[in-house]
């Protein structure tokens, strides 16, 4: 279940209306470190800008999960989340990166660039030296990768002329665009000093630190080992490190705490109820195996996996517990300072969806009669000290007892 959730995380980016990027793999890896699971260099892929567009840059962080342990990592080493040694020569974003200037007139046009995952911690993995599984080397770099692409981007791709920009990514790249807003924010004021204006958007990134429904805390547990085997500590959000009690900093990996630490501008685009979130946490069983290289036991709880994969078969029993994560999930946000402070925002639905704003959904899901693509723009086209509250979109609450459907908000589709 778990590697077919990862494939179509990844396929998530490939839509109608998405813009052809071209793969650039960095440069001088032996001396920066910034390399893949497997050693082989990191890179990213870039459509430039035009027009308005030119000195505006979108820069996303590509999706695709973690690996839990030294096995899972020596898998997933193997694969292109691991590996750029099979990474093509270009591939698309739709959604919040679509170039249809009609659908999406904010950003169409702006510098795109996909920030290739293969670190298997989001983007955080700072580990000097490399770990030997199974004979091989495994390296965690994630955070050499984000420096080194930040530099390359500055060096051959005039980024030091930037006048605004917006990080963005969905799934383990949302989380990444929590985990290191600040980071990047702070790069980009020192190597663009023109830069007027940041913000992050994470999508489908708010991954909850909670138990499954058999009250065991196996998502926190996963996290918690690759925060240690990647050495996460120097490659997360430093204040929420700093802020952390002593044997806690591995929850800043989580993007409630880090977003909690947080002073960059953030608009929420999550699901309440997100897919992959029912399956992976809230159903999930661990993996007994500790030898495994499975990625994950997704949707595992003994009779839990309809449920789990489309909430329109849900009984009544388990869509109460559906309910509760859902508004367990808004309740964490609303109770985040961040959340309530002048420049912040949010489109919150209930679609049992992932990565909805990387794809056309971000133009079709409403709440409100406002879409995805009204509720951004709004905000990053608005004041950046405005009220919360007037770019805050919240959801409705699935329908529980014997009422079908269990969806409430008829933009999303039934599953």
């Not at 996303?60 to 590996?83: I, M, V």
């Not at 700072?126 to 990768?145: L, M, S, T």
Request: net charge negative; with cysteine; proline share 4%.
């Amino acid at each position: 279940m778990a590697a077919k959730t990862l494939i179509v995380v990844c396929a998530l980016v490939a839509t109608a209306m998405a813009a052809t990027m071209k793969l650039k793999k960095l440069d001088n890896t032996e001396t920066n470190g910034a390399v893949c699971l497997d050693g082989t260099p990191g890179g990213y892929y870039i459509s430039q800008g035009t027009g308005s567009g030119a000195n505006k840059w979108l820069l996303f962080f590509q999706g695709g999960g973690w690996c839990y342990s030294e096995d899972d990592c020596w898998g997933r080493s193997k694969t292109a989340l691991g590996s750029s040694s099979s990474w093509g020569p270009t591939t698309n974003i739709g959604g919040l990166a679509s170039d249809d200037c009609t659908r999406n007139p904010t950003f169409c046009n702006w510098n795109r660039v996909q920030l290739t995952y293969c670190d298997g911690n989001s983007f955080s993995g700072n580990r000097a030296d490399p770990v030997v599984v199974r004979g091989e080397k495994i390296y965690f770099r994630g955070h050499q990768i984000l420096e080194a692409t930040l530099a390359e981007l500055v060096s051959l791709y005039n980024m030091k002329a930037a006048t605004h920009v917006l990080l963005s990514g969905c799934s383990a790249g949302g989380l990444s665009t929590y985990l290191h807003a600040d980071f990047v924010g702070e790069s980009v004021h020192a190597l663009a000093p023109g830069v007027v204006q940041y913000g992050a958007a994470p999508v489908s990134g708010f991954f909850l630190y909670h138990p499954t429904v058999e009250n065991k805390q196996v998502y926190a547990d996963q996290i918690k080992t690759i925060f240690t085997l990647s050495n996460a500590t120097g490659g997360l959000n430093a204040r929420c490190v700093a802020n952390s009690p002593p044997g806690l900093q591995w929850r800043c990996n989580f993007a409630q705490f880090s977003y909690a630490s947080t002073q960059s501008r953030i608009f929420v685009l999550d699901s309440a109820l997100d897919s992959w979130q029912t399956g992976c946490i809230l159903t999930a069983e661990p993996v007994s195996d500790v030898h495994s290289t499975a990625n994950g036991n997704c949707s595992a709880a003994p009779g839990w996996a309809a449920c789990a994969q489309n909430t329109e078969h849900c009984d009544a029993q388990h869509i109460n517990a559906m309910i509760a994560y859902e508004q367990y999930f808004v309740g964490t946000l609303q109770s985040t300072i961040k959340f309530q402070a002048s420049g912040s925002g949010a489109f919150v639905y209930s679609c049992h969806t992932h990565c909805a704003a990387a794809t056309d959904d971000f133009f079709t899901f409403k709440i409100g009669g406002v879409s995805m693509e009204q509720a951004v723009s709004a905000w990053w086209n608005g004041p950046v000290d405005a009220p919360a509250i007037s770019n805050t979109h919240l959801p409705c609450i699935y329908h529980g007892g014997d009422t079908y459907p269990r969806r409430c908000n008829p933009t999303c589709p039934l599953s």
